[in-house]
């Protein structure tokens, strides 16, 4: 039985246990064999060796977090917490200050975590156009917009656009009343949902009102020619051929195009056919054209989201849909492009 006493004077303490012990609540769930006791600033633990080492290991890492931050969700408490391997956990803790992107509101940092969002970064700064294809969760959208607020704040571009394929997923709404932008803001939150964790509310309202940013579905883009600025194509896999060549088509002098998707979440009608694929496949030897994959191992969000990727990929792989073919983005149907897409009746 060992005993170990952690003082936590150098942060804030309720940020380290949280609104009525919320977060000390998930250590204690993290570590069950372990007896945890708070009293004040002080956190005293008692249990194997082993345990105490591991809980004592993540608590510093937290500390290190908050001492840098200044504030911790409970959801990045958890995931340090249930970090697996040294490289997970320390995504986390950024020891570089010119990793940051952008100071969001009340000096929230916003910086790319993990490996491959971090090549996304470098690829975006080195390249006028970054395809980022991957898995719902891992940062592709967050960090696109973080590199187009980015950009705007030192001024290389003059406005940012953002746009998504107003397609339903996989349910349909029927009518939706109101205005125009009442009808397709519903397609468009993560988009504003990203802003809002970058940019003060007044400015942002500011930068709306004088479309210096623009956020619009795709079908809105025909006919335009987009000089400065900094485009983020988003639910790329949505979109049809035709739509992916007119969005690329739209890109004109100084401006940096992203296009992220996810190749397992198309939307799309049977009838229909993603493009993404197509354009990844016949633009990649093209140089100012970079390629991003992300995987699970890039997951930021619920701990749970990396395994129940994890869960499907395995199922896919055992269970493979009729028209499987190995490396057809797992098994979509929508993304053979040698077909002429068929028509129903």
């Known amino acids: 039985m060992t005993e170990t006493i952690i003082n936590l004077d150098a942060v804030n303490p309720i940020e380290f246990f949280g609104v009525n012990n919320g977060k000390l609540d998930i250590l204690k769930k993290r570590f069950p064999l372990l007896k945890i006791l708070s009293r004040g600033t002080q956190l005293k633990?008692?249990?194997?060796?082993?345990?105490?080492?591991?809980?004592?290991?993540?608590?510093?890492?937290?500390?290190?977090?908050?001492?840098?931050?200044?504030?911790?969700?409970?959801?990045?408490?958890e995931q340090?917490?249930?970090?697996?391997?040294?490289?997970?956990?320390?995504?986390?803790?950024?020891?570089?200050?010119?990793?940051?992107?952008?100071?969001g509101p009340n000096g929230k940092t916003v910086r790319a975590r993990t490996a491959n969002q971090k090549r996304m970064v470098q690829e975006g700064e080195k390249n006028d156009i970054v395809f980022a294809i991957g898995p719902a969760g891992t940062g592709k959208t967050y960090t696109a917009v973080a590199l187009a607020v980015r950009a705007l704040k030192n001024k290389m571009v003059k406005k940012i656009i953002l746009t998504r394929p107003a397609v339903e997923a996989g349910e349909s709404l029927g009518f939706l009343p109101g205005d125009l932008k009442e009808k397709i803001d519903p397609y468009l939150r993560p988009l504003y949902d990203a802003l809002d964790d970058m940019i003060p509310a007044d400015k942002l309202g500011y930068y709306m009102s004088t479309r210096v940013i623009e956020i619009a579905p795709l079908a809105y883009m025909r006919g335009r020619t987009l000089d400065n600025a900094f485009i983020i194509l988003d639910e790329a896999q949505n979109a049809t051929d035709l739509q992916i060549k007119m969005f690329l088509t739209r890109i004109g002098a100084n401006a940096k195009a992203i296009i992220t998707g996810d190749m397992t979440q198309v939307d799309l009608p049977k009838n229909q056919r993603s493009g993404l694929e197509k354009a990844v496949r016949i633009l990649r030897n093209i140089d100012g054209i970079a390629h991003i994959e992300l995987d699970e191992e890039d997951v930021v969000r619920h701990r749970l989201v990396k395994a129940i990727i994890k869960a499907y990929d395995r199922d896919h792989k055992d269970n493979p849909p009729p028209e499987y073919t190995p490396g057809n983005w797992k098994g979509n149907r929508h993304n053979k492009f040698d077909e002429r897409p068929q028509s129903e009746g």
Not at 50 to 75: F, P
Not at 87 to 102: A, G
Request: aromatic share 8%; hydrophobic share 35%.
């Open 45 to 77: 633990l008692s249990g194997s060796p082993e345990q105490v080492d591991t809980a004592r290991e993540k608590i510093d890492l937290i500390v290190q977090y908050l001492q840098r931050n200044g504030h911790m969700s409970s959801n990045y408490f």
């Open 80 to 103: 340090i917490l249930g970090g697996d391997d040294a490289e997970t956990v320390d995504n986390f803790i950024e020891r570089n200050p010119n990793d940051v992107l952008v100071f």
